[in-house]
């Protein structure tokens, strides 16, 4: 089951495996991935996940970060404009300075 692609959780297979964010980037962070944008990641029948690292002749995707001390600074407008992740799913989207916006994917 597909759970992470394009830099996002895919939240209703996230849900229906009934998985944890503190889980999940615990398993991504043993295979060293430092956000969301790296990687694929399905979770196999056998309930191992399997993480496919994206070749390094594609650009890298921007993505949420999975080391916790990088969700210390949580703000809940953007503090500058750019590109910014959701905190749930990751889907990253354009903001400007003082945005509040829905996550449109969660």
């Known amino acids: ?14 849900r229906q495996l009934r998985l944890t ?20 990641s399905y979770m196999e029948t056998t309930g ?3 993480i496919y690292f994206h070749p390094e002749t594609e650009p890298v995707r921007p993505g949420l970060p999975t080391w916790p001390e990088r969700f210390r600074h949580l703000q809940r407008r953007a503090g500058a ?21 829905p996550c449109p994917t969660c």
Do not use: I, W, Y
Request: charged residues 20%; hydrophobic residues 35%.
């Open 1 to 14: 089951m597909l759970l992470v692609e394009d830099g996002r959780v895919h939240m209703e297979n996230f």
């Open 81 to 101: 404009p750019g590109l910014h992740a959701c905190c749930r799913c990751g889907h990253v989207h354009t903001l400007a300075k003082g945005d509040q916006v």
């Open 21 to 40: 964010q503190k889980k999940l980037f615990g398993e991504l962070r043993q295979h060293q991935v430092e956000h969301l944008g790296q990687v694929r």
């Open 48 to 50: 191992n996940l399997s």
